[in-house]
């Protein structure tokens, strides 16, 4: 490789990083969501960046999140190509997804109790959804990914992304109706 | 009558945005004018604006729930190590 090559790799290589960097802890998040477990979230985030590195010259620069959400969902497809993908499935969030509320702040005895009744009960809640539409509100509610970003990972239209999600909180919303906390707690 | 018809069709057409209104995505953004709107009807009607509260509480909730959300600092660390072999040309 030549000395000028080689300071174009290096250069792609930095550009590559700090694009990706951040956005390793939503990838896994989101990983962990197609797949049905810690290890192949790992091995599908990994295989993701091989792919979005080689894919580099093809990226226009603009919403890397996107992008490399985009890949990942491609990527999973193609690693598990006959089996149909998963999206959180029933066992994986009974198993994983224990709500855990107002662990970073102090709280009153009365406010422990309203989160532990909304806590069995949105678990409740979220576990009867439809799949379709508790991907939707995992992605947006749960993990913060933006409508654009969920549409990337669900490969459907930002506007169906959008109906999944408003069923899927009316839905939830209406089962948590007596125990939702509303006035100042927003 | 005719008041009350309006208020409820306000109220439908609140109902609509609200979701919107409280995410603020940038792929759906409600015009100023649908904000003004939206937040002058939530000022006067206590269905709508308690629809709201539920919403942002609901949010509230979700946005706690560690267990999807959760991610092991040993694995996003694995993954950076990768990156970096991936990057030097080492993976």
Known sequence: ?186 | MIGMVRQMLTCHWSGRRIERYLDADPSAPLTQAEVARLETHLASCERCAKLADQHRALHRALSLWSGPAYVDPAAVNRVRTFLDELTEGRA
């Open chain 1, 1 to 186: 490789m030549s000395e000028a090559s080689e300071a174009d790799e290096v250069a792609r290589g930095r550009v590559f990083r700090d694009l990706v960097e951040p956005e390793i802890e939503v990838m896994l998040r989101v990983a962990r969501t197609l797949t049905s477990g810690n290890a192949d979230a790992e091995d599908l985030v990994q295989e993701t960046l091989l792919r979005a590195y080689r894919g580099l010259h093809g990226f226009d620069g603009r919403h890397p999140r996107a992008w490399l959400l985009t890949i990942l969902r491609n990527t999973n497809v193609n690693m598990h190509r006959r089996q149909r993908p998963v999206l959180a499935d029933d066992d994986q969030l009974r198993r994983e997804s224990r709500p855990a509320f107002g662990t970073a702040e102090r709280q009153s005895a009365e406010q422990t109790f309203i989160d532990q009744e909304l806590d069995d009960e949105l678990h409740a809640a979220v576990g009867a959804l439809d799949p379709r539409f508790r991907a939707a509100l995992i992605l947006v509610d749960v993990h913060d990914l933006s409508y654009a970003e969920a549409a990337a990972v669900l490969d459907v239209p930002v506007g169906t992304v959008m109906s999944r999600l408003s069923r899927a909180r009316d839905r939830v919303r209406r089962a948590l109706a007596t125990t939702l906390p509303t006035g100042g707690l927003s």
